[in-house]
């Protein structure tokens, strides 16, 4: 499974970002699927997550009622909007797909939110 993250960038505190994560090479559906954060000098931590596609997404109490995490089947990706972001919420954003037991990463994206 090859995953690439997109839809990074610089923002300002308050503003809206679209994060995407396209699947090739196995469904999305197959198993769970979530994102995940990694800030300078900091362990990679947890964003949000479900077990299995149409299942109950988990999300950190940091980003509880801003971000929504939602997936197109179809499409085979996941996104995650986000909105009111801080600028703690400034790391790489990486997607992650688990299946049978095994996880993948994708390259994360950069995202930056200015004070």
């Known amino acids: 499974v090859q995953l690439q993250a997109s839809g990074g960038g610089l923002v300002q505190a ?7 994560c396209i699947a090739s090479g196995r469904s999305f559906s197959a198993g769970g699927a979530g994102w995940f954060r990694q800030a300078p000098g900091k362990e990679r931590e947890f964003v949000a ?12 109490d940091s980003v509880k009622g801003r971000f929504t995490m939602y997936r197109d089947d179809a499409k085979n990706t996941m996104h995650l909007q986000m909105n009111s972001l801080k600028p703690e919420d400034s790391a790489v ?10 996880n993948y990463w994708g390259k994360g994206t950069q995202v930056t939110v200015s004070s």
């Open 14 to 20: 308050g503003s809206s970002l679209k994060l995407s």
């Open 49 to 60: 997550a479900d077990r299995r596609s149409g299942g109950t997404i988990y999300y950190a």
């Open 93 to 102: 954003y990486y997607c992650n797909s688990e299946i049978g037991g095994v």
